[in-house]
Each structure stands twice: as C-alpha cells, then as structure tokens.
C-alpha cells in the first residue's frame, strides 16, 4: 500500500497498530483499527465529521498484491457510480485473482487437487463473486418490476481483499462483523439494499498450497454464510430499501446456496452415474454436463491466466503465474470434475466437529 501511495501523496506513513490479545479474528482487530482512525489520520488534518462521506476502508490480506492503478480506479469507480445513480456505494469489490504463485504445489495427489482448488478459485472469483456485483449495480439503476428485481437480486459476497467499504456505512453496520468481515458485510449490505460497485482494477493473491489452511478457509466461509437470518436480525433496527419479501427471497436463495455446496456435488455424481439406466439421451446429457462445467472450463481458465496475470501491473515485479508443477495440464483437466468434492472437506469436517463437541481454530489471526 506505501508503494501504491508513493506517487500521490508525501510524508504518508505506514503504522503498525498493535491489537491487544483479547482473542477473536480478523474483524476484530479491523474494528480495533477503525477506533484509532482518528487518531492516525487526524495527524493528517483528517477529520471524520467532515471528511468521512468521501472516505474508503480497504481490506486486503497480506500477502496481496494489488495493481498500481488501484487508488485511482477505486476513485473513479466511485465517482461513475455517484453521477449514475445519485449515490455513493457502500461498497467496492476490486477483483481477486488467486494468480500469486510465490509457493510451489506440493507433488503428488494432494498438490493435483490444490493445483485445481486455485483453478476453482479463479472461476468462482470470476463468475460468481464479480458476476453477482455486476448484477448488483445494473439492477441499482434499472426500473424493473419490483418483483423481477426481487427475482434476480443476488446475495453478495465481499471479498476481503480489496474490499472497500465506505466509512458511514461501515459506522452504521456496527464495524465489521465475526466470523468473518467480508462475507458478513456483503450480507448485510445485501440485505440492507446497499449500492455496491465493482473496480475494474485487479489484486492477486496467493493460492491455497496446504490442504489444512484449505479446509479451515471453506469451514469458516460455511460457517459466515450458512446463517443470514443472523445478518437480516443484527440489520433489522436499520432503514432498508428492500421490502420484507425481497429480504426473504434473499435468504432463502442463501440457503440454497448452502445446501448446494452440501448436497449439490453427491446428488450430482449419484445421477451421473446413474444416468445409464436411464436411457442413452440422459447418459449423453450426463456426460456432456460434466465435460462442460469440468474439463472445458478448466482448460480454458488455464489458457486465460497468463493473460489475467499480466492484466496487473503491480508496484513491484512480480514472478510468473502459479504453474502446474505438481501435475501436468492433461491430468489437471482430467482430475477437474472431483473438485467440487474438495470443497465440501471444510463444511463437512465443521459439522462433525461440533457434533462431537470438538472447537477448530479457524486461521492465521485466531492462532
């Protein structure tokens, strides 16, 4: 972030806040942060009560690397929004690419299916996270039917990192809520009828290369998202543009969501491998739903990486693209229909541990 800042502004300095060990996870040490705003910017002649509607938060995670246009494209995306639609978004979701490969994969088995979960990664960054963004901000400034905007309108999912949240909401919201900050603020934003807008600047960060740290971030994301009744009850004192029906259909498309990510990959298979039975049209069917969602994305996310990558021009340079090291591509794409299996370890492994009685300590920030 200094080296982002270097070319705009002098004398910014970089400060180091030290939380003290009161337990909890990333969003508490974020909230901890915010309540010494004040006193780290106003060294700056920053002053909340009059400079807090063109203030931005910024999350990232660590190990980001955000592209150099960053600041300005946040800026901009703002601005655009604000002579469009009269308003300023609550949030901006600049688009994470999984594409930092500063650790290798390991061999084997376990590095095959590592090297596919960034491939899965990159899709789900792609075609659903920045998908339902987009479609956020066109049904912002469309004039559909309110049921046909009910009908489409998706739960959004922030990413924390390059997540920026615009400081009054974020006063309003209480902060940034636990489990985790961003899946939480994107659902009660969501709820809430919030503007939101995408950045057209990119960030890459790294890949999952250990399977613990895997399971431990989809245990975490299941357990932030499986409860948006919670989000709907911690917003409910707050003024909302969505009627009482539009905030239902909200949940209850989350739920499904969930109970997809559950159920969705056995069901799946169970009828693929059935399909034989029922006759060769379904078989055929079967077969080509597979290789679709499976083998063709996957050959086809390979082929565009290299180009998202080179999409970001960091502060600093960079090394290649993750590579697969641990397999080659043909066996990558051939492996790709088990990925969604992969994705159910977390979920599943959280659900035995509290029907044991058993605690997990999620991530880095806990430990």
Request: some cysteine; glycine content about 8%; aromatic content about 6%.
């Amino acid at each position: 972030m200094s080296a982002l800042t270097a070319d705009r502004t002098e004398g910014l300095p970089l400060v180091h806040l030290h939380q003290p060990d009161v337990g909890g996870r990333k969003p508490g040490q974020l909230n901890f942060a915010l309540d010494h705003m004040p006193d780290v910017l106003g060294k700056l002649g920053w002053r909340e009560e009059t400079h807090a509607d063109n203030t931005f938060v910024l999350v990232y995670d660590a190990d980001a690397v955000p592209d150099r246009t960053t600041l300005t494209a946040f800026a901009g995306a703002a601005a655009e929004h604000r002579a469009s639609t009269g308003r300023t978004p609550a949030l901006i979701q600049q688009q994470r690419l999984p594409l930092l490969g500063r650790r290798a994969f390991p061999r084997g088995s376990r590095g095959l299916l590592l090297t596919g979960e960034w491939i899965y990664q990159l899709r789900r960054s792609l075609g659903i996270e920045l998908a339902r963004v987009r479609l956020h901000q066109w049904l912002s400034r469309t004039r559909l039917p309110e049921p046909v905007r009910t009908w489409l309108r998706p739960m959004v999912y922030a990413v924390g990192c390059g997540m920026a949240v615009h400081l009054p909401a974020l006063r309003r919201l209480g902060g940034f809520p636990e489990p985790m900050e961003d899946l939480g603020t994107g659902h009660r934003l969501s709820l809430l009828g919030a503007h939101l807008a995408p950045s057209d600047a990119a960030v890459l960060d790294e890949p999952y290369t250990d399977t613990t740290g895997l399971t431990n971030l989809h245990a975490l994301a299941f357990t932030a998202s499986a409860r948006p009744d919670h989000h709907a009850r911690a917003v409910a004192h707050l003024p909302s543009g969505l009627s009482r029906p539009a905030k239902a259909a909200l949940m209850l498309r989350e739920w499904a969501d969930q109970a997809a990510w559950l159920l969705g990959a056995p069901l799946l298979a169970a009828a693929v491998a059935s399909s034989p039975w029922a006759g060769p049209w379904w078989a055929g069917l079967a077969a080509a739903g597979v290789l679709l969602h499976g083998p063709v994305t996957t050959a086809q996310l390979l082929a565009l990486a290299p180009a998202l990558h080179r999409r970001v021009t960091p502060p600093a340079p960079l090394g290649p693209p993750p590579c697969c090291t641990a397999a080659r591509p043909m066996m990558l794409i051939a492996a790709s229909p088990l990925q969604p299996f992969v994705r159910l370890a977390g979920p599943w492994r959280l659900i035995w541990a509290k029907t044991t009685g058993r605690r997990l300590g999620f991530g880095k920030t806990e430990r």
